[in-house]
């Protein structure tokens, strides 16, 4: 057998694991560590705890088996077989053999992009300044304001339908709440952009859901918003961060504060969900 479901005496392991890979395992690392919000998992391991492979209840397809061949990530699709899954997001060549292997390659997406990674130790972050400015709490913003803002993040990054972007958006924002993950900042008390970390441990922060609205762009709000953020996480023990840029105006803001290219990482989402053959 080349996969079996997990065991709690494999989770030391596979953290481990997980931590020597830790700018493509986010996802997995901080839903191991915080099972909330739909993220708890199915998790199947190779037998030598060299690989690993979760399916969240929201129905995302997770991995981190850096030397498995195809006819493993077959026999993971075998795991899988009769499943709803929503879509997959892991290191760009592992979900890319996976798909293939699963023949869901070729099924409908609203959102299918491989995107470039990139890593900042903590130590080297670069704070622009700027005067007047200052990161609040997400629950200190306006409720109906951080809807849109979330809602249109939904349609033009996500490719979320309009239809129900806004029901997609109240319960992104419920969440982060709960999870006091996100920030926004304002200046001259205005808010003008929103940072979150869509995923943590103790030591890395994942940053995710950066969004400013079109007529606030171009001005280095967001790489203002995401050091800020970052540094509130450094002084609270945090070592590094990673993420994956959605746009190389994106990748150019993040670079401007320190970050530097680390791999590529690809995020799939099916329109509609698809059943693994």
């Known amino acids: 057998m080349v996969w079996r479901a997990a065991r709690a ?3 030391p392991p596979v953290e481990r694991l997980l931590r020597r890979h830790v700018q493509s395992s986010m996802f997995l690392l901080g839903n191991l560590q915080d099972p909330g919000n739909g993220q708890a998992m199915d998790l ?18 997770l991995m981190q088996a850096p030397h498995a061949p195809a006819e493993d990530w077959q026999a993971a699709s075998v795991m899988l077989a009769g499943r709803s899954i929503a879509g997959c997001a892991g290191n760009t060549a592992q979900l890319r053999a996976f798909l293939a292997a699963s023949d869901l390659v070729s099924c409908p997406t609203r959102l299918d992009e491989d995107e470039p990674g990139f890593s900042l ?3 080297q ?14 629950a200190a913003a306006p409720r109906d304001l951080m809807l849109d803002w979330r809602a249109a993040y ?3 990054v996500l490719g979320t339908g309009a239809d129900v972007s806004e029901e997609k958006a109240a319960q992104d924002i ?14 001259a008390g205005q808010p003008v952009a929103m940072t979150g970390f869509n995923a ?4 890395v922060v994942q940053i995710g859901g950066v969004y400013t609205p079109p007529d606030l762009r171009g001005r280095g709000l967001a790489r203002l918003a995401v050091a800020l953020h970052l540094d509130e996480a450094r002084k609270a023990g945090a070592q590094r961060a990673v993420l994956f840029a959605a746009s190389p105006a994106a990748a150019r803001a993040y670079e401007a504060i320190g970050f530097r290219p680390a791999g590529s990482f690809s995020l799939v989402l099916f329109a509609p969900e698809q059943e693994v053959p």
């Open 121 to 123: 130790d903590l130590d």
């Open 174 to 187: 419920a969440g982060y709440l709960d999870r006091d993950s996100h920030r926004v900042l304002s200046i």
């Open 125 to 138: 972050l670069e704070i622009p300044k700027a005067e007047q400015a200052a990161l609040i709490p997400l």
């Open 154 to 156: 939904h349609r033009e």
């Open 200 to 203: 943590q441990i103790p030591e």
């Open 44 to 61: 199947w391991v190779r037998d030598d705890l060299s690989g690993v492979f979760g399916l969240t209840e929201a129905g995302m397809v």
């Open 9 to 11: 005496a494999d989770i």
